[in-house]
């Protein structure tokens, strides 16, 4: 088997000096190179092999994804594996989605960094459980944001106009030539979407941040309002 070519990121002398003790004792691990900042690892890079990069999130989020975005541009076939004691959901999401093959905790068991090393070096991705949870949580606010930002549907605004002329739900059913279940259905999507969780709330964020877009008059207001 060949050996994996690593080469080491990391502002801490002592960890990055730890680290690089233990994988040179580690059979078919290579290090190649042990560096405190990115830049003087972003030039090694240009005469140095390498297949696995560690590098320190604890550097800081720029310089961490802007090294990430150059390894990528100028040297694709190197894995970047984040080792971390720790990252918020959002950088956790925004470190994968610039390229990283994945993450690491320091405080991991030195068998699980030599495992995520393994696996990176052939193409797979590895993430702490800690880290996909993040993963996950980010996604999930960011699909929630995503939803809120959207335009109400025609329904959606019909509804609401119900809910701001203070009818009910039967009331707007009827109006609406709907059934009430169907009614209720589009109310928890405006709950949803305004953050909210009763009709009271709905029309006081409606009316503080969203009457600029929520309220315009729809295209049908328009055709019948007299000229």
């Not at 560690?54 to 694709?76: K, N, Q």
Request: with cysteine; aromatic share 4%.
């Amino acid at each position: 088997m060949c050996e994996i070519r690593i080469l080491i990121v990391d502002d801490h002398s002592l960890f990055r000096e730890g680290l690089g003790q233990l994988l040179e004792t580690t059979p078919d691990f290579q290090v190649v190179g042990k560096y405190a900042a990115p830049s003087p690892a972003i030039a090694a890079l240009s005469h140095t092999l390498a297949d696995v990069v560690l590098l320190d999130y604890d550097l800081g989020e720029e310089r961490a994804v802007t090294f990430i975005a150059e390894v990528r541009l100028r040297h694709p076939e190197v894995k970047i594996l984040m080792v971390t004691a720790g990252m918020s959901d959002t950088a956790t999401l925004q470190i994968m989605e610039s390229g990283a093959s994945g993450v690491c905790l320091k405080q991991s068991n030195p068998d699980r960094l030599i495992e995520a090393i393994h696996k990176i070096a052939n193409n797979e991705i590895w993430l702490d459980s800690e880290a996909l949870r993040s993963l996950i949580a980010a996604k999930g606010a960011r699909a929630e944001q995503l939803e809120r930002s959207r335009p109400l549907t025609t329904r959606q605004s019909e509804v609401l106009r119900g809910i701001l002329d203070g009818l009910t739900n039967k009331e707007i059913a009827w109006n609406l030539k709907a059934s009430e279940s169907a009614i209720k259905a589009v109310i928890q999507e405006l709950f949803q979407k305004a953050g909210v969780r009763t009709r009271s709330q709905l029309v006081r964020i409606t009316i503080e941040r969203h009457a600029s877009d929520w309220l315009k008059p729809s295209a049908k207001d328009s055709q019948s309002e007299p000229r």
